[in-house]
Structure formats: C-alpha cells, structure tokens
Antibody, heavy 122, light 108 residues
C-alpha cells in the first residue's frame, strides 16, 4: 500500500536551517506530484509547497517563498524540503502528501504521511 | 487569493444525527473542492474530491455537494468514530491550495 514517511524534524534555533525528507513506497513515485503541508500547534492546515512529478515545476506559499526549497530524487523515491532562515512561526507538524492523480499536480492530497514536528525556538 | 470559510467552526451532535458543514469560497472555484477528515493526533485523510466524489473505501454516510462558491459536506448518520475536524480545500486558484479553517465535530 502507499506509504509516506517523513523524517528530519526537530528543535532548531531561529535563523538556522533544517532539511526534511519524505520516503515514499507502494506507488510509482516518479509519476506523481508531491506536496508539503504544515499545521502549527492547535491550528489549521497550511499548504507549503508542491513539486511536479518530474521536478520541473515548483510552487510555494508566500509565507515560505525565498526561504524554503522543495526537491525530489526519483531514483530514491524521496521528497525533500530544505528550510532556511527559520522563524518561530514556522513551528509546525510538516506533512508530505501525494497528488491524487498521476501526471497532474493540481488536485487533491492523498494520502498523507504521519508528519514530522519542527520546533523553532531559542 | 481565494479565501475559504467554513461553518460552523464546531458542532456537537448525537449518534445517528445528520450533520452538515458548509464551505464557502470567496470566488467561483467550479467544483475544485475537496474534503478531509483529521482525527486527533493523526494526519488528515481525503474523504471527498471534486466536491461530490467519494474516495474509495470511505463510508457512504459521507457525501458532498455544491459548485461555484457554496459547498456542503454531510454525514448522514453520525458515528462515534466520526469525531474529528473536517477541512475543505480548494485548488482552483493555482498554484495556491487553500484550506478552510476547519469544523470540529463532537458527540453530544
């Protein structure tokens, strides 16, 4: 079955960097767009970034543009999120999610990983 | 940017009750509207895509309807396992994907 497993979260000081990974299995990773979505403690869901199935297109939420970079390695079935210049307001559980349809990046998120917690604090 | 609103923000209902949640977009999004369920401490789960299509394996007591700016999510007979927060999400205004603020459903 489809499985997404995030890793790389932790506690980091403001201004520092962190890289999240999402290991995918159970589907043809190279055929699907992939997303990062985050959820601050006790808050709602916020879409962060998307990358097309071949990595040629990447889009970001305004709140992270210029600081975060989404990438993928289709040979390793792995999605990444490089987070630089971290701020307290970036504290959240970060989920990776697969696009619902192959080849088409813009639709729904299905399924989601279990999430990894990033805490930005001095 | 498209804004999404949901109402109510929370509700309490009895087992077996019909529960309805509404989601409104700030502009026409056709049927590009999805619904997710998030149980406490868990990742969200897709229930409905493109406004009215039930995801495979999701119980038929869940349904969605609407188009344009106004959408409805319904649980026809609330079950104890349906305690969760429900989110709508639009994907018409690409490349941004916007979620509604969520509706928390409890058992009375």
């Amino acid at each position: 079955q489809v499985q997404l497993v995030e890793s790389g979260g932790g506690v980091v000081q403001p201004g520092r960097s962190l890289r999240l990974s999402c290991a995918a299995s159970g589907f043809t990773f190279s055929s699907y767009g992939m997303h990062w979505v985050r959820q601050a403690p006790g808050k709602g869901l916020e879409w962060v970034a998307v990358i097309s199935y071949d990595g040629s297109n990447k889009y970001y939420a305004d709140s992270v543009k210029g600081r975060f970079t989404i990438s993928r390695d289709n040979s390793k079935n792995t999605l990444y999120l490089q987070m630089n210049s971290l701020r307290a307001e970036d504290t959240a559980v970060y989920y990776c999610a697969k696009s619902g349809l192959p080849w088409a990046t813009y639709n729904w998120f299905d399924p989601w990983g279990q999430g990894t917690l990033v805490t930005v604090s001095s | 940017d498209i804004q999404m609103t949901q109402s109510p923000s929370s509700l309490s209902a009895s087992v077996g009750d019909r529960v309805t949640i509404t989601c409104q977009a700030s502009q026409d999004i056709s049927n590009y509207l999805n619904w997710y369920q998030q149980k406490p401490g868990k990742a969200p789960k897709l229930l409905i895509y493109d406004a009215s299509n039930l995801e495979t394996g999701v119980p038929s007591r869940f349904s969605g309807s609407g188009s344009g700016t106004d959408f409805t999510f319904t649980i026809s007979s609330l079950q104890p396992e349906d305690i969760a927060t429900y989110y709508c999400q639009q994907y018409d205004n690409l490349p941004s994907f916007t979620f509604g603020p969520g509706t928390k459903v409890d058992i009375k």
